[in-house]
């Protein structure tokens, strides 16, 4: 995990958001590789192990015979998603979930954005890439995050909710296209199968500033 990832990260608990105090065992570099994270609020702790931030078990492989989500990400899939996602100059990172994961590797050469792969399965990723598993909620504070992608498998209503939360004023929020609108954000596009919305200033909180004409 990297460093720079410390400041954005927030306790998952039930309670206002609050940081995470870091004790780090193990560093290579701005890599995080073992560490401790506490909540001063609800004193939960999570793990880094081996470079991966864990705030619940990893999650297990679907049972052989459940196909959703399964398909691979094919070349045009990993071009419409980096369109989708519209962060080709962004530095703030970009979320991943479940099968969206599988476009890391490929989404590298196209977006500089350090990744962040939520709940994600093994497979080749970027090197830029950050593994971390979680419940119900991202454990990131609000105007963290540039995009995020989730799967059906994890686009419940408190998921996309804390997505929305986390997501910089303008950042983009892809979902399936069965999957409810989080409050505050504002449809752009949508197909059979997703789509993808953005933060408007009151889906983090911020109050919106008035434009007075002279
Ligand atoms: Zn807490």
Known sequence: ???????????????????????????VGSDLRDAELACPVCGAEYRVTEGV??????????????????????????????????????????????????????????VEAPQLLVNAGPGPVAAIATHLY???????????????????THATGPMLASAAHALRVGGRLV?????????????????????VAETTARANGLVELRRHAP
Not at 2 to 20: K, N, V
Not at 137 to 148: D, E, I, M, S, Y
Not at 175 to 194: I, K, W
Request: charged share 20%.
């Open 1 to 27: 995990m990297q460093r720079d990832l410390l400041d954005a990260l927030r306790c998952p608990g039930d309670h206002d958001e609050s940081w995470l105090v870091a004790m780090v065992h193990v560093a």
């Open 53 to 110: 931030a864990y705030f619940a078990a990893a999650t297990v492989r679907p049972e052989p015979g459940t196909h959703v989500d399964a398909d691979p990400l094919t070349g045009d899939m990993v071009v419409r998603l980096a369109a989708l996602l519209g962060v080709s100059e962004s530095r703030h990172p970009v979320a991943l979930f479940g099968r969206y994961a599988a476009a890391s590797a490929a989404l590298a050469d196209m």
């Open 134 to 152: 979680v419940g119900d909620r991202l454990p990131f504070g609000a105007h963290t995050l540039a995009a995020v992608a989730v799967d059906a």
């Open 175 to 195: 979902a399936p296209a069965d999957a409810s609108l989080p409050s505050g954000m504002r449809e752009l596009a949508r197909d059979a199968h997703e789509w």
